[in-house]
């Protein structure tokens, strides 16, 4: 029976109580009453339970499609402004012990090539990413406890953290490895990652086991609970994400928003963040092996019912993603994007060539980080390299009761501000210049308080002076 207090992944992701939810989901979804009352309630801002979520999601006519589109560019506003934050990912070792079906680098693939970048190697491809303007990373690596053991990634972290090139600097790495015990998350959280990454893949325990026939990630239960250890182990910010392909959507989309109700009433804190890739095109996958795909309709409907559902967690869309699926998702409350992505060890001091291919997966948006600044700022939206957050202190409830008040716009849209001027100062070309001065003038004219405004002119005149790293 669903109990989202229990510490039992089958209690806290229910399977009869998602599938309860998708039946009467489509029942209700036939009463406009009921429907309405729903988009009445999400319009509040406070969110939305799984069941009543599910009926959004079941309400596929054009009229309620519309609504949620409406309603969750309108709540992105109210909690996050037109902020968007860009990050890359680093894939430190493609070495795993999994045999994860929908992954390249799953154990038998004997014809990917096997990598594992050195200290020295980490230091070349940090550098090429803070040459680009980079300030945020997700590290990535497989699960393997002999190649890239927790010393490994901690010691990879702090290498990171301690590269300084011209004036770039990477300040916040999330860090996205395998699930494990709550003694290496307190690790972890000491060599000061910022969120704990760990998509589910699906909800599905049957399909879960067929999907992950062997190794450690075979443990359904291991893996679904890991969120609960990491919060044990003092990482306040965890970020879910189900790999929509895998099982039925439906019922997936139902089953990630238990986990975040799950973690909100366990441990007082939803989800920092959610992820929502779906399966891609890689090194011997094909996404049509998959039964359960979605089209970039559905997929769009998802991202707007995920921000009205939980409107105060951040949602992001990686390059796996078009730029056209991106840019329609952009409107519907998606708050994070990855630019300039390599999904392969060791890709940004030298791209790999074509024959190679050690991806882990195909991206569809290849553009520059600068194209993406460009294109970002074309359609209003602030590009920010902020990561002042993690680094004020303000992460777990912290975070979440300054984002549920709305208060937290005070900081990311002044902040957006700051770390863009750096960005144009010390990576943009000539146009992305232009227009992010333009665009930096005009939103600061919206920043409501007089007394930040005041702040934030004198120090983005410090920044074209010369100085970096301010932030509210
Ligand atoms: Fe390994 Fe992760 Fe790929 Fe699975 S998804 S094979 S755990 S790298
Ligand atoms: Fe993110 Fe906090 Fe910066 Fe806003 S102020 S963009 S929530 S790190």
């Known amino acids: 029976m ?3 207090a229990s510490r039992r992944a089958a209690d806290f992701i229910d399977r009869q109580e998602a599938a309860v939810s998708v039946a009467e989901a489509d029942r209700l979804a036939r009463d406009r009453a009921a429907v309405a009352a729903i988009l009445d309630k999400a319009a509040e801002g406070k969110g939305l339970s799984h069941r009543e979520a599910s009926v959004l999601m079941a309400a596929d006519d054009p009229e309620t499609t519309e609504a949620m589109f409406d309603l969750a560019a309108r709540i992105k506003q109210r909690f996050y402004g037109n902020r968007i934050v860009l990050f890359a990912p680093l894939y430190l070792s493609n070495y795993c012990i999994n045999g994860c079906v929908y992954c390249p680098y799953h154990r038998t693939n004997s014809h990917m090539p096997r990598k594992k970048l050195t200290q020295e190697e ?5 550098t090429a990413l803070q040459d680009m303007g980079h300030k945020r990373l997700a590290v990535e690596a497989g699960e393997h406890p002999k190649e890239n053991p927790l010393d490994y990634i901690i010691e990879s972290i702090r290498t990171i953290y301690g590269i300084h090139h ?8 999330n860090v996205n490895i395998a699930a494990t015990t709550v003694e290496d998350y307190r690790r972890l959280r000491a060599a000061e990652i910022g969120t704990y990454i760990l998509f589910q893949e699906t909800y599905d325990p049957a399909a879960y086991a067929l999907l992950h026939p062997t190794g450690p990630k075979h443990d359904y239960a291991w893996h679904t609970e890991a969120m609960d ?3 044990e182990g003092g990482i306040d910010d965890v970020g879910l994400g189900v790999l929509f392909g895998l099982g039925s959507w439906r019922e997936e989309f139902a089953s990630l928003l238990m986990h975040a109700e799950h973690l909100e009433a366990v441990h007082g804190v939803g989800p920092h963040t959610i992820s929502v890739p779906r399966v891609r095109r890689a090194d011997g996958i094909d996404p049509g092996d998959f039964a359960h795909g979605i089209d970039d309709a559905t ?6 019912c995920i921000r009205l559902a939980v409107p105060y967690t951040g949602m992001i869309i ?3 993603e078009s730029r056209a ?5 952009l409107g519907l409350g998606v708050s994070q994007i990855s630019g300039a992505s390599r999904t392969s060890v060791g890709g940004y001091a030298t791209p790999e060539a074509e024959e190679e291919n050690s991806r882990q997966f195909d991206v569809s948006d290849d553009r520059t980080l600068d194209e993406v600044v460009h294109w970002l700022m074309g359609m209003g939206h602030i590009p920010s390299f902020c990561t002042a957050c993690y680094r004020e202190g303000r992460t777990g409830d912290r975070f979440m009761s300054l984002c549920k008040s709305g208060q937290i716009q005070n900081c990311c849209h002044p902040n957006a501000l700051l770390t863009l001027k750096e960005y144009l100062e010390d990576y943009a070309s000539p146009a992305t210049r232009e227009r992010g001065e333009v665009l930096i003038r005009k939103e600061l ?4 308080s007089p007394h930040v405004r005041a702040i934030a002119e004198k120090r983005l005149a410090e920044i074209a002076g010369g100085r970096r790293d301010f932030r509210f």
């Open 325 to 329: 699926v991106r840019e329609q998702v």
């Open 122 to 126: 980490i230091v070349r491809e940090v």
């Open 318 to 320: 990686s390059t796996r």
């Open 166 to 173: 011209r004036n770039g600097a990477i300040r916040r790495v």
């Open 299 to 304: 997929f769009a409907r998802i991202c707007a």
């Open 229 to 231: 250890r990491a919060m």
């Open 445 to 448: 004219a919206h920043v409501e």
């Open 2 to 4: 669903y109990d989202p």
